[in-house]
């Protein structure tokens, strides 16, 4: 993931999927009937095409797209043992949050138009029962690269910290207890992508929005919360290494006006601590465009590479 020569280029991840594909993902989600050797060949080009167009426009790390999860959190009911619905919806995560009290009308309609989602929860204990579900992810991606000529590939994989935040606690008698087992079964997937032979990309916006969703916290109690969440993904990467790990941390899909996001200064040391080798921010956008320094600053003492993203979807 390093290059003396010159920058190398990437991405955060996700990319627009066809509009075929993506009724796929809502029909699998309706429990629809479907052919399942059509569809799985269908994301095998999508893969293949959306490959292709990455090394066509110059980039040099490229990944699937996610094109065979339906989102890069909510692909994990299918991979984990043990969540289930629980009974009623999930609140719209932005509702009680520092921006929408500061704005509430702008929240206010942003929200009636999020749609309802059920609340999913672990009822049983978490295992990971998405062995074959990845290793289609992992086969497609290599066939797609065996036509492209790129310095490499990664695989996004979400981060215990979102799994927790999305999904309740239904089972384990502390949220320790839950929090441990979601880190025991992901690290089979975090291992499986890296025995691969690709960079794990570990999907992680939760760190940095927590303080945004949580306006009666200080910044002492976010950073507090934070080191724990750091400490447990360092325990899902055990004996994964470091310089096979990208850590990708954002201020999520927030559209609004960005006025109390997390700034950089009260929370780069402790993303720091994680056990990876690259680390993905926000840094072309009016709210972070200036906090190059902060991350330059923090990240002397240590020898991993800075993946600034450059264009967001607040500055297109």
Not at 59 to 86: A, H, M, Q, W
């Amino acid at each position: 993931m390093r290059s003396t020569e010159r920058i190398l280029t990437t991405h955060a991840g996700s990319l627009p999927r066809p509009d075929d594909i993506v009724e796929m993902m809502r029909a699998r989600a309706r429990g629809d009937k479907r052919d399942a050797a059509a569809d799985a060949a269908r994301v095998r080009q999508g893969v293949a095409d959306v490959v292709r167009k990455q090394a066509e426009i110059g980039l040099d790390i490229v990944d699937d797209g996610e094109f065979g999860k339906p989102s890069f959190v909510t692909y994990v009911r299918e991979r984990l043992g043990g969540l289930n619905e629980v009974g009623g919806e999930r609140t719209n995560p932005w509702g009680g949050s520092r921006d929408a009290k500061a704005f509430p009308d702008f929240y206010r309609k942003q929200g009636s138009s999020m749609g309802r989602q059920p609340l999913i929860g672990a009822t049983a204990p978490i295992t990971y029962a998405g062995t074959a579900a990845l290793a289609s992810d992992l086969d497609n991606l290599k066939a797609a690269l065996a036509n492209v000529n790129v310095a490499g590939a990664f695989v996004p994989s979400i981060s215990p910290a979102n799994i927790e935040n999305w999904h309740e606690n239904r089972y384990y008698k502390t949220g320790e207890e839950f929090l441990t087992a979601i880190c025991d079964a992901m690290h089979q997937e975090y291992k499986a992508i890296v025995d691969a032979g690709f960079y794990l990309q570990i999907d992680d916006p939760r760190l940095v929005t927590y303080y945004m969703t949580k306006p009666d916290a200080s910044v002492a109690e976010c950073r507090k919360w934070a080191e724990q969440r750091v400490e447990a993904l360092n325990y899902a990467l055990r004996g994964i290494a470091p310089e096979k790990v990208r850590y990708h941390t954002c201020y999520s899909i927030n559209m609004g006006p960005r006025l109390h996001d997390m700034q950089a200064k009260d929370i780069a040391d402790i993303i720091l601590k994680i056990n990876a080798g690259a680390f993905s921010f926000e840094g072309s956008n009016p709210r972070h465009e200036h906090e190059w320094t902060v991350w330059s600053e923090a990240s002397k003492k240590s020898d991993v590479v800075l993946i600034p993203g450059v264009v967001t979807h607040c500055s297109v």
